[in-house]
């Protein structure tokens, strides 16, 4: 007789090959970011402004975890990203858009996942090791933006917004995520987003792949994002690639970024490279700086921007921070500055230069 093992089958007999004594735990848990930001130049004018979620995003977190024996855990993660300020969702999200998923964690095998999950430009590096800089600077106004509303990406407020996926507000739906355990400080992760589509296996899917290394103070990532959309009635394609590293010295901690975009509708691509500096002065004091040069292909007018951006923070106490920041963005003659986090008609600068200094309070919970 044949017999037919089906996959709970596989899973106990995986829990089974030690004695199991089920644990399990959930947590509830956030962060919240507030504060005050002054922007030189919104259309022409100067404003004034409430802002929140800038230094990290507003998110409400549920987490679990049962230990189901053998170094294996069943494991489940819900997160909301709310606007502060009104109590509401973020524009054309709802509740755990930010993330939500179950699956397996195994000291042995890895994690495999299910759900609407951030794809690895994201999860490796950024996560993989803030080789972008941005926790350590201005937050979600450091990220990648730039005068390229060209290059109308799908679903984005400014066709530009956080054009490389760093920010973390683009995830995939419907995803299977893999992620290796470390080997010798070398680990590797997969992303399928199922499209959906009768009779179309590929269309409306993605595909996301990355590879880390950490040793000692020193780590690299490479990440690989692909995400297909209909376009016009055609599949379009977003590809996205980036390498990053960072050093941690004593108090220094130095990182390094390189990011790219392609919009296969419209052939709009940027590419941008980041620097970035860290230095904890003492346990309570620290201030950091980066700067970025992002440059865009001639379907977006071949514009560039130079960004700065510098900020100084004193921890309270390990789950409370205040800090000052400040970002400045420089354009070609012609193009018009837009510092990511800014959306809206009259988002973008009437000429060539942005600046916004903050103030803002960080908390975790």
């Known amino acids: 007789m044949i017999k037919r093992v089906g996959v709970l089958s596989v ?10 004594f089920a644990q399990s735990s959930v947590t509830l848990s956030g962060l919240i970011d507030a504060g005050v930001s002054y922007i030189s130049n919104q259309g022409g004018h100067g404003n004034l402004k409430f802002d929140d979620g800038i230094a990290l995003p507003n998110l409400l977190q549920f987490t679990g975890r049962e230990d189901i024996g053998g170094g294996n855990a069943v494991i489940f993660r819900l997160e909301d990203h709310y606007v502060l300020g009104s109590g509401s969702f973020l524009p054309n999200q709802s ?28 999860d490796a590096l950024f996560f993989g090791g803030n080789d972008g800089g941005a926790m350590y600077t201005a937050g979600l106004y450091d990220f990648r933006a730039g005068p390229f509303t060209k290059l109308a990406l799908p679903n984005s407020p400014t066709g530009g917004f956080d054009w490389d996926r760093l920010g973390g507000d683009q995830t995939v739906n419907n995803s299977v995520k893999y992620r290796s355990p470390e080997y010798h400080g070398l680990s590797a992760g997969m992303l399928y987003g199922f499209g959906g589509v009768p009779g179309s296996i590929g269309a409306n899917n993605a595909t996301s792949f990355a590879l880390n290394y950490s040793n000692g103070g020193f780590g690299a990532a490479a990440a690989y994002t692909n995400v297909k959309s209909s376009v016009a009635g055609a599949q379009a394609s977003v590809r996205n690639w980036g390498l990053g590293s960072h050093y941690r010295l004593g108090p220094f901690l130095t990182t390094a970024l390189f990011t790219t975009v392609h919009n296969g509708a419209n052939g709009g691509a940027v590419w941008a490279a980041q620097l970035g500096e860290f230095y904890q002065i003492t346990p309570f004091w620290s201030v950091s700086a980066a700067y970025v040069y992002m440059k865009g292909n001639a379907e977006v007018n071949d514009n560039h921007a130079h960004q700065m951006s510098a900020a100084v923070s004193y921890a309270f106490s390990k789950r409370t921070v205040v800090y000052l920041s400040g970002v400045y963005q420089r354009t070609n003659e012609g193009a018009k500055a837009l510092i990511n986090g800014l959306t809206g008609p009259t988002a973008a600068s009437s000429g060539p230069d ?4 903050r103030i803002g309070l960080v908390t975790r919970f």
């Not at 939500?100 to 042995?108: I, P, Q």
């Open 11 to 20: 899973l106990l007999f995986a829990a089974a090959r030690s004695p199991a």
């Open 95 to 122: 509740l755990f858009s930010w993330q939500s998923y179950v699956g397996f964690d195994s000291r042995e095998f890895g994690k495999l996942t299910f759900g609407n999950q951030q794809d690895f430009m994201k």
């Open 354 to 357: 942005q600046a916004i200094a």
